[in-house]
């Protein structure tokens, strides 16, 4: 199938790389107009010029409220109204409760989920004024079980996963639809640096698949819901693990 995201015109944060990139090479392949947000300038402006006329890169920074309307204003005027948000920038720290300091937990707050409500808060208006659209939340198999040593990222994917069903319920009135995607293990820039090889895999070994993820395997389930096909799916929390969440063992 193609030109699945014919007439849509998306935002795709933490664009620049890893899934945010393979999110964006998708969309823009299935016939989206697509803006490219992060803070890594070089790499997004060579991965919009890469994928050509139909996407563009802007610097962004998802906690702050002024970016945000900045970015959804120059989508509109660029591409015309905004009718996808792939929420998908994020951070990782590792750290343990009683040697993580408070900015370090502010700073996971303030990316992940400030951020995730930014951003829907950002394109709600546009979207409730031209027909709808879709808001796609990047949460965490992190967001359905804990983790240790990693309290202050938990804390930010639950919260993502219960904004995720509040917002749906108040805009699915007004045509917006809202879900969130649950990754388990992804291999990316952002987990990579946490253990490399060894690290990717000792996940592996806990996947019923028996191997960790890449951005191909979750770009397109943004894709799905970025399309009229799952016009009928709202506060959904859909997981795409290898199976991990499927286990007794999930969380333990």
Do not use: C
């Not at 802007?58 to 702050?64: A, E, G």
Request: charged share 20%.
């Amino acid at each position: 199938m193609s030109n699945r995201l014919e007439g849509k015109v998306a935002i795709v944060t933490g664009g620049a790389q890893g899934q945010g990139a393979e999110i964006a090479r998708q969309f823009v392949a299935q016939g989206a107009k697509v803006f490219i947000a992060d803070i890594a300038e070089d790499l997004g402006k060579a991965l919009a010029d890469e994928l050509g006329e139909n996407a563009r890169f802007k610097q962004h920074d998802v906690s702050d409220e002024d970016s945000w309307t900045a970015l959804v204003e120059e989508a509109n005027a660029t591409f015309g109204p905004v009718n996808v948000l792939a929420n998908n920038a994020g951070v990782l720290r590792f750290a343990e409760i009683e040697k993580m300091t408070k900015d370090e937990y502010l700073f996971l707050v303030n990316v992940n989920q400030v951020g995730t409500f930014l951003g829907m808060k950002a394109v709600a208006r546009t979207m409730r004024k031209n027909g709808g659209g879709s808001i796609i939340n990047s949460s965490s198999v992190e967001g359905l079980a804990g983790m240790a040593s990693l309290t202050g990222y938990v804390a930010t994917k639950w919260a993502i996963r219960g904004m995720t069903k509040a917002a749906a319920m108040e805009l699915g009135p007004k045509g917006i639809r809202v879900n969130s995607i649950h990754p388990g293990m992804i291999d990316t820039p952002m987990t990579r640096p946490h253990g490399g090889d060894a690290a990717m895999e000792f996940g592996a070994s806990r996947v019923p698949l028996r191997r960790v993820g890449y951005p191909e395997d979750i770009a397109p389930l943004y894709v799905f819901l970025a399309s009229d096909e799952s016009s009928y799916i709202n506060g959904a929390e859909i997981a795409i693990d290898g199976g991990v969440t499927a286990t007794h063992a999930f969380g333990g």
